[in-house]
């Protein structure tokens, strides 16, 4: 039976929500991931930077720019140093500019992907999977990147019967 690990980053308080901005006490990818890990099992690791990203949503979505603009490695709070046991990784995020935020670059570049099979996954307000796929090809030298999920932010927390349908499909 396959192992499987789902790394992601999820932003909890003001979230861009169906058009307006709304408080969260639970980030959107976080739930994403936690149903899949009910669908299939597997580990859960979350990608946590050191310096917290503002609490203001617009000045956020601004320093996410930033990062992207200048291909920032954001340090984080710790990072996974092998995944030699795991068959299937889930790769999860918010879709930020078209990409995953950069915090997730910077744990990937740590990690050796050969002969591992990776999946993207995002959360979003309307860019669907956008370049999610494109960026582990580049990120996870050596790894097959299999089919990915895209979820509208807004309805995560209704989406466990598509996540687990999806989940069960690809890693099942």
Known sequence: MS??????????GENYWNGSVKNISKGNTEIVAEFIQKAVGGDLFQ??????????????????????RSNARPELKQYLT????YDNII????CWWETYPMAI?????????????????????GSGQAGSAAA?????????????????????????????????????
């Not at 499987?4 to 999820?10: C, E, H, T, V």
């Not at 092998?82 to 046991?85: K, N, T, V």
């Open 47 to 68: 990608v946590e930077t050191v310096k917290q990203y503002a609490a203001d949503y617009y000045e956020c979505i601004e320093e996410a720019k930033a990062e992207l």
């Open 91 to 94: 790769i999860a995020g918010p």
């Open 105 to 125: 670059f910077s744990q990937l570049e740590k990690l050796d992907f050969t002969g591992k099979k990776v999946f993207p996954v995002m959360t979003h307000e």
């Open 3 to 12: 192992k499987n690990l789902i790394i992601y980053y999820s932003r909890t």
């Open 82 to 85: 092998d995944i030699s046991q």
């Open 136 to 172: 582990l090809k580049k990120h996870c030298k050596g790894a097959e990147v299999g089919s990915g999920l895209a979820i509208h932010g807004a309805d995560a927390a209704k989406s466990e019967r598509t996540v687990a349908g999806w989940a069960k499909k690809e890693l099942g």
